[in-house]
Each structure stands twice: as C-alpha cells, then as structure tokens.
C-alpha cells in the first residue's frame, strides 16, 4: 500500500488556483473542442533545422492584423464624403483625413501606421513569396498555397490602389484617375471595367464611396477567407525544410516512385521512432 | 406508411396507460387578442373599441383561470389516451431466408430517384433558387447604375462677347452643379469667329473647344504658354447656373501632360509622347447668344485650323483607347456615353 503524504498548503493552494484557471477553459473544450483546436494549430511539428525565413509568413500575416485594426478605428473617424464642406470651401473626406492627422489624440500615431503598415506588408509578402520560391516550398503538394498566396498578393494590392484614393487630395485623385484609366486600356472589357470602378463615367463621389466600401469591407473579407484556406494548407500539408536541410521533410523524395504520390500527406521520417530528429 | 411500432418495453407500455394531460390550453391567446384590442381601441376608439376589447380580455381570463385552478378545485382535466389495434412486430414484415427466393431487399437501382436523393436534389435547388433571387438584384444594384442614368449635362459658359475673338482661354467650370466642385472641368476654348455652314452656308459662330484630359491616362494637359497676368489680360469670372466660370485667357504654343510627358499642337493633335489620339472636344450650341458645351467627342486627327479645321470625329472613347487604325479593334464595345 502506498503511503499518501497529505499534500502542504502550498499544493493545495497551487492545486485550486490550476482547478480555477482549467475551469473556464474545460468547458470550452467539453463543448467546443476550441481548446484543443487552437493547440494543434499552435504547437504542431516543424521540422528540427527550420530557418528564421520560415518566419516571414507570420510576419504579413502580422502586418495585415496590423493593417485591420488600425483601419477598423480610422473607419470611426474617417468620412468618405466628396462633398464641399460649406463652412470652409474643402472637400468633407480630405477634412476629416486632416482631422484624424493634425487633432485626434494618437490619430497621427494609428495613421501612420495604416499608411506604412500598407507598404510593411506588400514589402513582406513579396520577401516571404521570394522565400518560398527559393526554398523550393511551392513544389508538390503545395502548388494549390502558392496560387492561393498569389490571390493574397493581388488582394493586398487592390487594398492599395482602393485605399490611395481615401485622402481625397491631388495626389489620391489624380493617381486614381491614370490608375483606372490604366484598367480602361485593356482590350474589349477594359472600358467597361473602368466605368465599373468609377461607378459612372466620371470621378467623383460614387468611385470614393465605393473605394471606401471595397476597400474595408469586401477586399479585406476576401483576404480573410484567404488566409484561412493558406493556413488550413500550411496546417494540412506541414512545413518543408530548408533546402539544404538532410532532412526530407517536405520534399520531393528522388528515389520514390510516382505511384507514391496517390496520398497527399506521406510519411515524415523524422516521425518515425528511430528516425532522424 | 409505417405503422406505429407498439414499445416491447412495458415500462413504456405502462407510460401509455396512463391518463394524458391535457393539452395547453387556448384560453391565453384570447386573452391576448383582448388585450390587444383594448390597446388598439385606445388609438382608435377609446370607449367603444376599448370596451370590447376588455370584455375578450376578462371572459379568457376568467376561461384561463378556471383552467389553470382545476386541480386545486379538485376537478382535474383528464384527457384519456388514444388508443389503436397495433400488429405484433414484424407482422408480415418478416424476409424471406436468402437462400429460398431472391433478395432480401428490394433492389434500388443507381439512378432511381430515392426520397433522399429527391430531397438533396430540392434542397439544392431551392438553395440555388434562394441565392439567385438575392444575389442577382444586389449584384445588379452594384454594377449596373455606374452604367445606366448617366445624364448629358449642358454646361453654360456665359454669353458669347466674353470670347475675343481669336484669342485662346483656359475655361474651368462645373459640369453637374449637384455634385459639386469634383465635377470642375477645365477646356481650352478659341472663338474661331463667323464661319460659313458648311450645309446651311448661312454664317454661324465658330468654336474650338479642347478638353484637358490627356488621351494617354487622363492626367490633366497644361497650355504651353503665357497666362493672363503675363499677357497684361483680365481674367474673366462669370456666375452662371453652372457655378463660378473662369476664363483665363492664353497664348498656347501647344499642350503637355505633366504626368507622362505627352505633348500635343495648338488643334490638340499629339505630337510626342505616349497619347494614341488627338485631344477630345466638346461639342457645343449658342443659346440666346451664350456658349453651351455639350457631349464630348473624340478625334483622331485634325487637318488644319481654326474655322477651316477639319476634325476627323469619333463616338467618345476613354484615355488610351485608339479610335483609328487595326488597334481600334481591340475596343469594339465602349460602355454608353452620353
């Protein structure tokens, strides 16, 4: 019969503070299974020699969190008017723009941030798409999260071109203006895309509400949805090694037969007792 | 049908023996609807209609609370179960052994039409139906006013004496006064004086009038030239109903386009740089001795000058599109202009 110590205060006391915090979270995961969900998304395999370039991905998709957040508070404040204010002869959006500048408490701050975090996460989905290629990582059964991550390059760049007209000065409508004409100049849909983004044949009030509406509410939707899907196929299909790694994981083994692609996911020798780690 | 399988249980089978309780009861709702009218009757007609309304409203409380003390009164409401002639189980449902005659089953074939395929298929269907019927009007809603009720839009540029005659201007106006300064269009415009109709030969006002929108990109062409203040010439405001108009008078030695250097000649022919076509012009009317601009029009080229031009004319097409030549066939539809 073993001996059972009567546990100290202190065990107790750790003891109750553990059953308070699990409480919450076993009922969560009794009911949802969320819990265990979000642990597999975050504490899942990589493979053992995996580079601080892997890292870029987390890094745009930081970036775009930044870009959400801090578009969803300039939404309070911004106004996608182009009417001429009465009392002061400009136009309401470009008002409101130097409103949230010059004399909102931190506006200057969360604009900012907006207006660079845009060029931040262009900049850092081209370096992670460049790592990606030269890792090799887009190679079979990836090839679906390299499409997928082009439509996420595209989408990020139609934020930028929507979300450039939203100042409403010189600069914004005049960009605007060679930017749609550009669209217009492609063969037979071309004129007809053009009007579409204009929203008539003229620049004016209706392409900024609409800008303003495709750039926080459709675009972003879109590339929530997919983000999603990449990370469901990041989750799925695991992360490749390096290329110069001896590790196998996520490559292409040379000395298998075609026969061995049937299954999308194969096994990873590190996984196997006695395999390489 | 399947009949109604009688429970071997007979735990459950006691369950069924017992008296039922009776159904909820009814009386609640006309108290409601009392209620109802009594509220109604007071907007409408307080004395009658309220009256009535709270007649309903105390005989179906009164109805309601005999049913609700019954039990406490000691006259319970029993409802007696119903009851049925059931089949012993598997009367007559019993398969065949397998190996004396056929399948145990009927045989379905693949492409029959079971319940559940018919209800997959339904539900689909209608689902589908659903998402079109709201889908197609949004979708409409969102793209297809940017292309119908697009108004002509006459502007007024003042009566015709502002226009020396021969001398160029640099015009800025509002082409819709309802949207405002964002509407603000600037043309370059010479009084060519009279000239002979060309079918009526009657002698008639004469008007060059060249849009600013560059025909590469639509950036806008600046006059290469002295302005007003240079020239020693007064600006000219005028208030029409199309707002503030201001003519500035210019000497042009031709157009350029501060974005990508395009240039064109005084009759808005390009002459370097990237534009595929000449300037655009509006089209124009005296009414009452004033200048109205009308729709704007496209131009290839033009031969020529002033009254004597001749302007090769095109259906309105957007910046960088060619409206001569094997390039115009890569935009054989343009979306209605006015």
């Known amino acids: 019969m073993a001996i059972t110590r009567k546990p100290t205060k202190a065990q107790l006391r750790r003891q109750k503070m553990e059953e308070l915090v699990m409480y919450p979270l076993d009922w969560l995961e009794e009911r949802s299974g969320l819990v265990g969900g979000v642990r597999y998304f975050l504490f899942r395999n990589v493979p053992a020699d995996i580079n601080w370039m892997q890292t870029l991905g987390s890094a745009a998709l930081t970036a775009f969190l930044v870009q959400a957040i801090t578009g969803v508070i300039l939404a309070m404040y911004y106004d996608p008017s182009a009417a001429t204010d009465p009392a002061t002869g400009k136009p309401v959006a470009w008002e409101s723009i130097v409103n949230i500048t010059d004399h909102l408490f931190m506006g200057w701050l969360v604009r900012g941030m907006h207006k660079w975090g845009a060029s931040v996460f262009i900049i850092l989905m081209f370096l992670h798409m460049g790592r990606v290629f030269l890792f090799g990582a887009y190679k079979y059964p990836r090839e679906l999260n390299w499409i997928i991550g082009v439509l996420i390059l595209v989408m990020g760049m139609m934020e930028g071109f929507t979300g450039y007209l939203l100042p409403w000065d010189q600069t914004a409508y005049w960009a605007s203006v060679v930017g749609i004409n550009l669209n217009g100049t492609a063969p037979f849909l071309g004129p007809w895309l053009a009007q579409f983004l204009r929203g008539g044949q003229e620049i004016g009030g209706e392409t900024l509400t609409r800008f303003y509406s495709l750039h926080m509410l459709v675009i972003p939707g879109a590339i929530i949805a997919l983000i999603t899907l990449h990370l469901y196929l990041v989750i799925r299909l695991g992360v490749t090694s390096p290329p110069w790694s001896k590790d196998a994981a996520g490559r292409e083994p040379v000395d298998e037969p075609s026969s061995a692609r049937s299954g999308l996911t194969r096994p990873v020798p590190h996984a196997e007792p006695g395999g390489r780690q | ?338």
């Not at chain 2, 997959?120 to 998402?131: D, F, K, N, P, S």
């Open chain 2, 1 to 338: 049908m399947e009949p109604e399988q009688p429970s071997p249980d007979t735990e459950q089978e006691s369950l069924h023996e017992e008296p039922h309780l009776p159904p909820p009861t009814l009386w609640p709702i006309g108290f409601a609807i009392g209620i109802v009218v009594v509220l109604v009757g007071l907007v409408i007609n307080p004395e009658l209609i309220s009256s009535i309304g709270g007649a309903i409203a105390i005989v179906f409380g009164l109805l309601w609370a005999r049913d609700a003390t019954a039990e406490l009164r000691g006259h319970p409401i029993v409802v007696e179960p119903e009851r049925r002639e059931t089949r012993e189980a598997g009367e007559g449902m019993t398969a065949p052994p397998a190996d004396q005659q056929g399948v145990a089953l009927p045989h379905v074939p693949e492409t029959a039409v079971t319940r559940s395929r018919f209800l997959e298929g339904a539900t689909l269907g209608l689902g589908g139906v659903i998402g079109g019927v709201i889908t197609v009007p949004v979708a409409g809603f969102m793209v297809l006013p940017g292309f119908l009720s697009q108004k002509q839009h006459k502007v007024d540029l003042g009566p015709l004496e502002k226009f020396t005659q021969g001398q160029w201007y640099v015009a800025t106006f509002v082409v819709d006064p309802t949207q405002g300064e964002v509407s603000r269009r600037t043309a370059f415009i010479r009084n060519n004086g009279p000239a002979a109709d060309p079918k009526t030969k009657k002698s008639v006002p004469s008007f060059s009038i060249i849009s600013n929108h560059c025909v590469h990109l639509g950036c806008p062409v600046q006059a290469n030239g002295p302005t007003g203040s240079i020239l020693g010439m007064p600006t000219v405001i005028e208030h029409t109903k199309n707002g503030r108009v201001k003519l500035d008078p210019v000497v042009p030695a031709g157009y350029g386009c501060p974005c990508h250097g395009g240039q064109y000649d005084v009759e808005g022919n390009r002459v370097a740089g990237p534009p595929v076509r000449a300037l655009d012009r509006y089209a124009f009317e005296i009414d009452n001795g004033r200048l109205i601009l009308l729709s704007i029009y496209s131009v290839s080229h033009v031969v020529g000058t002033g009254a004597q031009a001749k302007i090769y004319k095109y259906k309105d097409a957007g910046p960088g599109e060619h409206v001569d030549g094997p390039e115009q066939w890569l935009y054989p539809l343009n979306p209605p202009h006015h």
